[in-house]
């Protein structure tokens, strides 16, 4: 079974950082895509990040490039995501996936989801 769990948000004023977390377990991890993805109550869920081991494609969006980066520990079954540099508007719940096909920030495509973790900034 496919698990995922998101961990590390908190509560950070603007100009500072977090790093996220997923553990993945279930998989053979280097077969799968893992995105980071967040979404703010009466908001669509946005794509941020994502990286696949397979073919060594890592996306960002245009609203987190040059301030998050995307790693990953295949070794540890784990995922990060260090957020630096933070804004107000960067406050969402953030959520870790993974899709065996897709290795893209569109957030329909992913199969396999886990509970996310809140970031707040404030100003």
């Known amino acids: 079974e496919v698990q995922l769990q998101a961990s590390g948000g908190g509560l950070v004023q603007a100009g500072g950082y977090l790093r996220l977390s997923c553990t993945a377990s279930g998989f053979t991890f280097g077969d799968y895509a893992i995105g980071w993805f967040r979404q703010d109550p009466g908001k669509e869920r946005e794509g941020v990040a994502s990286i696949s081991t397979i073919d060594h494609n890592i996306h960002y969006a245009d609203s987190v490039k040059g301030r998050f980066t995307i790693s990953s520990d295949g070794a540890k079954g784990m995922v990060y995501l260090q957020m630096n540099n933070l804004k107000p508007e960067d406050t969402a719940i953030y959520y870790c996936?993974?899709?065996?096909?897709?290795?893209?920030?569109?957030?329909?495509?992913?199969?396999?989801w886990g509970q996310g973790t809140l970031v707040t900034v404030s100003s």
């Open positions: 996936a993974a899709d065996k096909y897709y290795s893209g920030l569109y957030s329909k495509a992913y199969d396999y």
